[in-house]
């Protein structure tokens, strides 16, 4: 089946900073890919999501970029904010088995102000 | 809509004892996840449902785990006996098949406690 791999663990980086996140996947035939934010004690939120069909995509100061050839997605963000602290999740799906998503092991992301 | 939700918000329960958690996926969604998350086992997929029907339960940990989806709008994960090693937060999602992947909508989260 499919298995998503995510780094670094951890990451902290000073307010302004960019930070990226890279996930790699298994399955070829993978066709969407989420980005969850999850802050301390709540639930995991989509924040950005890329589909197979396309290359890049960016919504205000967070971008996703995928490369189907390598099997690979990141997850950037520019100019961090204290607020952007939380855990980060990856996640990739297979159309044949629906909805189904497999979850990278997360990113605990530190911002320093 | 009011989302995901998912009762208890938080169970203490005694090694032993049965714990039911329920769920109600937001209206008109045809697919339901439960999940497990834990510090050293991140978010793991238990089972998941399509139109009320389970697709794949390979993520229950043993058969002391059971979920069930009588309707479109409920779902229970059942542990009977509970253990302390089933301490976790555990979440119910839902999405609707769009044909290429969709958003899943977590509900809250119930943390459960085994002591």
């Known amino acids: 089946g499919e298995n998503v791999e995510q780094h670094p663990s951890t990451l902290s980086v000073q307010e302004g900073d960019s930070a990226v996140i890279k996930c790699t996947y298994s399955d070829s035939a993978s066709n969407y890919f989420p980005w969850y934010k999850q802050e301390l004690g709540k639930r995991p939120q989509l924040i950005i999501d890329?589909?197979?069909?396309?290359g890049e995509k960016k919504d205000q100061r967070i971008a996703v970029t995928l490369n189907k050839t390598a099997k690979h997605f990141s997850l950037h963000i520019t100019e961090t904010q204290p607020e952007d602290s939380a855990v980060y999740f990856c996640a990739a799906s297979i159309k044949e088995y629906g909805n189904k998503l497999v979850f990278g092991a997360g990113t605990i992301l530190r911002v320093k102000s | 809509d009011a989302g995901v939700i998912q009762s208890p918000r938080h169970e203490v329960t005694e090694m032993g004892q049965e714990v039911t958690l329920r769920c109600k996926p937001i209206s008109g969604h045809d697919y339901l996840f439960w999940y497990r998350q834990t510090m050293m086992r991140g978010l793991e997929l238990l089972i998941y449902f399509n139109n009320n029907v389970p697709i794949d339960d390979s993520g229950m940990p043993e058969d002391r785990f059971s979920a069930k989806m009588p309707n479109a709008s409920f779902s229970t994960l059942k542990i009977q006996p509970s253990e302390p090693r089933d301490s976790a937060v555990y979440f119910c999602?839902?999405?609707?098949?769009?044909?290429?992947?969709?958003?899943?909508?977590f509900g809250q989260g119930t943390r459960l406690t085994v002591v």
């Open positions: 999602a839902s999405s609707r098949w769009t044909g290429l992947g969709a958003e899943a909508f």
């Open positions: 890329i589909r197979s069909n396309v």
